[in-house]
Nanobody, 129 residues
Protein backbone atom coordinates (compact mmCIF):
# COMPACT_ATOMS: atom_id res chain seq x y z
CA UNK A 1 0.00 0.00 0.00
CA UNK A 2 1.42 3.35 -1.04
CA UNK A 3 1.50 6.01 1.65
CA UNK A 4 1.97 9.70 1.04
CA UNK A 5 2.41 11.96 4.04
CA UNK A 6 2.48 15.73 3.80
CA UNK A 7 3.93 18.08 6.38
CA UNK A 8 5.12 21.62 6.83
CA UNK A 9 1.94 23.59 6.39
CA UNK A 10 1.50 26.57 8.66
CA UNK A 11 0.31 30.16 8.81
CA UNK A 12 2.52 32.77 7.19
CA UNK A 13 2.22 36.39 6.18
CA UNK A 14 1.86 37.50 2.60
CA UNK A 15 5.22 37.77 0.91
CA UNK A 16 6.68 35.05 3.05
CA UNK A 17 8.02 31.64 2.14
CA UNK A 18 7.22 28.11 3.16
CA UNK A 19 8.41 24.66 2.21
CA UNK A 20 6.05 21.73 2.46
CA UNK A 21 7.09 18.12 2.13
CA UNK A 22 5.64 14.86 0.94
CA UNK A 23 7.20 11.61 2.05
CA UNK A 24 6.37 8.53 0.05
CA UNK A 25 6.62 4.82 0.50
CA UNK A 26 10.14 3.73 -0.32
CA UNK A 27 11.17 4.30 -3.93
CA UNK A 28 7.68 5.32 -4.99
CA UNK A 29 8.66 8.74 -6.31
CA UNK A 30 11.66 7.23 -8.03
CA UNK A 31 9.35 5.35 -10.38
CA UNK A 32 6.09 7.29 -10.46
CA UNK A 33 4.88 10.77 -11.21
CA UNK A 34 3.67 12.93 -8.37
CA UNK A 35 1.75 16.14 -8.04
CA UNK A 36 0.81 18.80 -5.55
CA UNK A 37 -2.80 19.90 -5.53
CA UNK A 38 -4.60 22.41 -3.37
CA UNK A 39 -8.14 22.99 -2.32
CA UNK A 40 -9.38 26.23 -0.88
CA UNK A 41 -12.59 26.46 1.09
CA UNK A 42 -15.57 26.24 -1.21
CA UNK A 43 -13.46 25.60 -4.30
CA UNK A 44 -12.49 22.61 -6.37
CA UNK A 45 -9.16 20.90 -5.94
CA UNK A 46 -6.67 22.24 -8.45
CA UNK A 47 -3.25 21.21 -9.65
CA UNK A 48 -0.31 23.28 -8.46
CA UNK A 49 2.81 21.45 -9.61
CA UNK A 50 3.84 18.02 -10.80
CA UNK A 51 6.97 16.02 -11.39
CA UNK A 52 7.69 12.87 -13.40
CA UNK A 53 10.90 10.88 -12.92
CA UNK A 54 13.45 9.89 -15.49
CA UNK A 55 16.94 10.70 -16.65
CA UNK A 56 15.47 14.06 -17.55
CA UNK A 57 12.70 14.80 -15.11
CA UNK A 58 9.64 16.64 -16.35
CA UNK A 59 7.97 19.38 -14.39
CA UNK A 60 4.69 21.22 -14.63
CA UNK A 61 3.55 24.33 -12.74
CA UNK A 62 0.21 26.08 -12.73
CA UNK A 63 0.33 29.57 -14.21
CA UNK A 64 -0.70 31.02 -10.86
CA UNK A 65 2.44 29.74 -9.14
CA UNK A 66 5.03 29.82 -11.92
CA UNK A 67 8.03 31.79 -10.79
CA UNK A 68 7.03 31.53 -7.12
CA UNK A 69 6.80 27.79 -6.41
CA UNK A 70 9.35 25.12 -7.19
CA UNK A 71 9.64 21.38 -6.76
CA UNK A 72 12.67 19.53 -5.54
CA UNK A 73 13.45 16.02 -4.47
CA UNK A 74 15.83 14.57 -1.94
CA UNK A 75 18.71 12.36 -3.01
CA UNK A 76 16.95 9.09 -2.31
CA UNK A 77 13.84 10.41 -4.07
CA UNK A 78 11.48 9.44 -1.27
CA UNK A 79 10.61 13.03 -0.41
CA UNK A 80 9.38 15.79 -2.68
CA UNK A 81 9.39 19.38 -1.52
CA UNK A 82 7.28 22.27 -2.69
CA UNK A 83 9.09 25.52 -2.04
CA UNK A 84 6.62 28.39 -1.99
CA UNK A 85 7.92 31.94 -2.18
CA UNK A 86 6.18 35.30 -2.28
CA UNK A 87 3.05 33.72 -0.88
CA UNK A 88 -0.26 35.43 -1.44
CA UNK A 89 -3.54 35.19 0.47
CA UNK A 90 -5.02 33.37 -2.52
CA UNK A 91 -2.52 30.57 -1.93
CA UNK A 92 -4.40 29.70 1.25
CA UNK A 93 -5.60 26.12 0.94
CA UNK A 94 -5.12 22.57 2.02
CA UNK A 95 -2.25 21.18 -0.03
CA UNK A 96 -2.35 17.55 -1.08
CA UNK A 97 0.37 15.30 -2.37
CA UNK A 98 -0.67 12.75 -4.98
CA UNK A 99 0.93 9.93 -6.91
CA UNK A 100 0.25 8.12 -10.15
CA UNK A 101 0.87 4.52 -11.12
CA UNK A 102 3.12 5.53 -14.00
CA UNK A 103 6.50 7.09 -14.50
CA UNK A 104 5.18 9.10 -17.40
CA UNK A 105 2.15 11.31 -17.75
CA UNK A 106 1.67 13.47 -20.86
CA UNK A 107 2.36 17.10 -20.10
CA UNK A 108 -1.21 18.36 -20.49
CA UNK A 109 -2.43 15.62 -18.16
CA UNK A 110 -0.05 16.36 -15.29
CA UNK A 111 -2.53 18.80 -13.79
CA UNK A 112 -5.52 16.45 -13.95
CA UNK A 113 -6.74 14.96 -10.69
CA UNK A 114 -7.89 11.73 -12.31
CA UNK A 115 -4.33 10.87 -13.33
CA UNK A 116 -3.49 10.39 -9.66
CA UNK A 117 -4.42 7.32 -7.68
CA UNK A 118 -2.75 7.85 -4.33
CA UNK A 119 -3.44 10.85 -2.11
CA UNK A 120 -2.15 12.13 1.17
CA UNK A 121 -4.24 13.63 3.94
CA UNK A 122 -3.24 17.21 3.24
CA UNK A 123 -1.44 20.00 5.04
CA UNK A 124 -2.96 23.40 5.66
CA UNK A 125 -1.28 26.55 4.39
CA UNK A 126 -2.75 29.86 5.48
CA UNK A 127 -1.45 33.15 4.13
CA UNK A 128 -2.57 36.30 5.87
CA UNK A 129 -2.46 39.75 4.36
Amino acid sequence: QVQLVESGGESVQAGGSLRISCVSSRFFFRDNCMGWFRQAAGKEREGVAALCPGQVRSFWYADSVTGRFSLSQDANKDTVYLQMNNLKPEDTATYYCAGTTSGHVPGPRMKEKDEYVYWGQGTQVTVSS
